[in-house]
């Protein structure tokens, strides 16, 4: 059975149906690469992450920037995640790895990295199950909680979350539950912790090392920024738009001929 992207992304909009293609066919492409990005809040995960993807031409889907466009769009579901989010608790995983599905399908891109996913077993149990994908390895931005503190309160992004109250309760869920993800990881060799302390331009040197130790090469700037930026579906669509103005022109300059 041939399944177009169209149908694909669709699947994603319930759970139920999620696996509607039965397992002959998979929702995804076995061939995807995705690499976790965990740490605690203030860590510098999107940071990193933002180099990343400018260097190596993956696509960085930010679980909490999802969350914080579906309480945006005004979606059924938009309140109950703003008041888990204030409350620095974690978002049940149907409607977080739902976000991530979609978007890593309408991204067009085979490299993702998964920035502040999975933040509990059950996170990482409903991803796995509904994609077959295991990360290549997971990167761990360990940082002391004084530096963490330290930039969130300087973060001002007028994030709900970014105060002192909430961010202890951060903390403590990171404790408690993400950390037992990365303990699992480690088990299974693929952990690569980061000393997250270090300026920005060190910590990603160290990122580099890990991505070379992978086989990762990295991509032409341009080429990765218009990729990262648009994704492949939207530049065919410029594309084609762009030899329909083309024809357009061609033709009024023929008639001036
Ligand atoms: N290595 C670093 N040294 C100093 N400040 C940093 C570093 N990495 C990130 N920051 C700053 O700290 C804040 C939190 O970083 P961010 O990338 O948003 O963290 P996270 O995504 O883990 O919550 C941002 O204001 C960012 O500019
Ligand atoms: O997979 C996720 C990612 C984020 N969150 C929620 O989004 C908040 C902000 O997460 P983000 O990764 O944006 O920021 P960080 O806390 O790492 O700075 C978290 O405290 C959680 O409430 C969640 O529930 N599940």
New binding site residues.
Partial sequence: MVVSMKERVEATSSASNINKFGSEESLFDKNFKVVFVLG???SG?GTQCANIVKHYGFTHL????L?REEIKSGSKSGGMIKN??KE????PSEV?VKLLLRAMLESGNDKFLI?????NEE?RVAFENLTNIEPEFVLFFDCSVKEMERR?LNRKQGRD?DNMETIRK?FE?FNESTLPVIEGYNCKGKIRKIDADKPVDEVFENVKAIFSEFGIEEVSYKKTNIRAIMGFERIMCLIKWLSNVKKIFTKKILRYL
Avoid: C, E
């Fill in positions: 605690g809040p203030g995960k930010s679980a909490g920037d969350l888990l989010m620095g608790q974690i978002v977080t920035d502040g996913f999975p933040r996170n969130i979350d951060r869920v």
